[in-house]
Every structure is written in C-alpha cells, then in structure tokens.
C-alpha cells in the first residue's frame, strides 16, 4: 500500500499542480507541501481535508488508509462524493482506522463520530466548535 507522501504527489500531479500552486491553493507555504509529500511531516486533520477536497480525491485515501483500489483522483468532486458513497469510503469505521493512525484516542473518536454525521449536521457541529473557541 502506498503511504500519505506518496498518494498526495500522485495526487498533485494527476492535478497538473506544482507544490507551489498547490500550496497557493491551500493558503500554505511551499515548505509546508515539501515537507508532506517528503514524509518529513504530516499534515493535521484540517488541511488533509482540504487537500482532498483540492485534490478532489477522498481524505480516506489520502491518508493511506482507503484501499489501492481506492485510489481514483476523481476529475471532480461530485464524482469523488459519489464514489466515495459508493464505496463507503466515508463510513465511520474507515475514518477511526485512518484518524487513529495519526492521532490520539480522544480525536479519533470526534473524527468518528463526525464522519457519522450527515453534511447539514457536520456545519452545525463546525459552527459549535467555532463559538465555543470563541468564549
């Protein structure tokens, strides 16, 4: 199986992307992509979603988690949601065995049960944890 370094320059350039315009595109320095697909760093929860969403793959797969089978880097993203239902790729099982990988037992649990959720909740929830950072 691949690992995240790997995926996410096969990933970048299937894209056509540079880590320079990928990183534009992530609001992040180049340093930051280097660093990722080198292995020398990993990216937190926050930016390997939005890379799979600037990828317009899955994050499952992204992360090395999802199966080779998987590894689609969808032309856009409707297909990437569709298939990633199809697939199940978002299930919670699968998300706990890639969040658990990368992070500690309590954030893999939220990551869980996030995943459960379906999209209007997960803006809820996002907004909740947006006010209570706030206070």
Known sequence: MSTFSQRLKEAREARGLSQDELAQRMK???GACSHWESGRSMP????L???AEVLQTSHMWLSAQGSDAASTVYPDSESADNSIENNNLGRAADARTAYESFYDKETSLVAERFFKLN??????FANLLKELSIS
């Open 28 to 30: 992040i320095t180049r």
């Open 119 to 124: 999209p209007k909740r997960r803006k809820l």
């Open 44 to 47: 937190n929860t926050k930016h």
């Open 49 to 51: 979603l939005r890379l």
